[in-house]
């Protein structure tokens, strides 16, 4: 397989995390498809850097994390990105209102942790182990342990609050 | 509901995107032509917009120089030059560093880090443009009269002079309350992050 088609099975085994990453530090539609084109860009960019020492999951979700946290200082300074063709995860002659909103309530769940608090939840919340996540995020095992302890605190605050929402 | 539940309706979720369409073979061929990311900077800002207008207002000083005929006229345009420059200069070096995607291979912490100090040097630099507007305010309401009609305005027209200062310095003084009001709440926001990550 040349390197186009290790980088398209790559995203495309990967789509969810892209789109995931993007909705939940974007708001609006327009800014996740141009927070996701950008993962995208950049994941295509920096390929032939992986090294294979962590999975290619591992190494995608701190890639797409990073662009995120890249695209917060752009967000409110430009006009509409270049296009990418193609439909990327377009979910054609689907009623998606109910995804959507599910997704709407995550974002107002973790806008209430800083940056640090809502990478780290998105990534339990994926089921990654604690040691993944100490490699992804930068921070020891122990770490993501008492900071993990403190997100539950403070999530529980706030899933109380909009409980009624999620019967 | 405890966050354990919350992994279920996250799952849930990853049901439903495994119905998105894949990535089109085609978008790898866009995105290695050399137009996509130059399109990206092609971008209009409302600073760069603002750089414009104070390099051409500094053009325009430089240009009628010599209509500032005494000592006074001449320093006042020299300042008004150097913070037209400064200001500029200020609003193009914070769009590059805010524009600049850095290595994206490094620990999610260290780019939130980068992130929080850009953030600080930002906010530093509008401290800055806010202090050298109510300068510039100054300058400017003295030569424009000069420049425009070869008035001495604060000798000529005292009452021009009081109203259009008093009306200038109004609008700084709630364009820069309502700045800094939102810009208080970064800089907490930005240093309880550097707190947190520093722990």
């Not at chain 2, 200069?89 to 999610?108: C, F, M």
Request: charged letters at 25%; a positive charge; hydrophobic letters at 40%.
């Amino acid at each position: 397989m040349d390197k186009k088609e290790v980088f398209l099975t790559a995203i495309n085994n990967n789509k969810g995390i892209i789109y995931k990453i993007a909705s939940i530090y974007t708001n609006g539609t327009e800014d996740r498809n141009d927070l996701m084109q950008e993962i995208i860009y950049q994941v295509w960019k920096s390929f032939d850097t992986f090294n294979q020492k962590s999975g290619l999951g591992t190494w995608m979700y701190r890639v797409a994390m990073n662009v995120a946290i890249y695209h917060l200082n752009r967000t409110k300074r430009r006009i509409p990105t270049v296009p990418i063709e193609g439909q990327f995860l377009d979910f054609e002659d689907e009623d998606n209102s109910a995804f959507e909103e599910r997704l709407q309530i995550f974002r107002q769940l973790l806008d209430n942790l800083n940056l640090l608090e809502k990478g780290i939840v998105m990534l339990y919340l994926e089921e990654r182990s604690y040691e993944e996540i100490s490699i992804i995020v930068g921070i020891s095992v122990s770490n993501v342990g008492t900071k993990m302890a403190r997100i539950k605190e403070k999530l529980k605050k706030q899933i109380t609050k909009k409980s009624e929402r999620w019967k | 509901m405890e966050i354990d539940d919350l992994k279920n309706s996250w799952e849930d979720l990853n049901n439903q995107l495994k119905k998105g369409k894949d990535l089109n073979p085609e978008v790898v061929d866009q995105l290695t032509k050399s137009g996509y990311h130059r399109g990206l900077n092609k971008i209009i800002y409302p600073e760069r917009i603002g750089a414009m207008i104070c390099l051409l207002g500094a053009a325009f000083i430089g240009f009628n120089f010599s209509k500032l005929d005494t000592t006074f006229f001449q320093v006042t345009g020299i300042v008004s030059v150097l913070v037209l420059f400064t200001l500029s200069a200020i609003s193009l070096i914070s769009i590059r560093k805010l524009n600049r995607t850095g290595d994206v291979n490094i620990p999610y912490a260290e780019t939130l880090k980068i992130f929080a100090m850009k953030k600080m040097q930002f906010l530093k630099f509008q401290r800055i443009n806010i202090t050298l507007s109510y300068l510039l305010l100054v300058t400017i309401i003295i030569l424009l009269p000069k420049l425009f009609g070869g008035k001495d305005l604060i000798t000529e027209n005292k009452y021009l002079w009081t109203f259009s200062f008093s009306m200038g310095y109004i609008f700084l003084l709630y364009f820069s309350k309502w700045v800094f009001k939102s810009y208080t709440k970064t800089l907490r926001q930005t240093e309880e992050l550097l707190e947190e990550l520093a722990s």
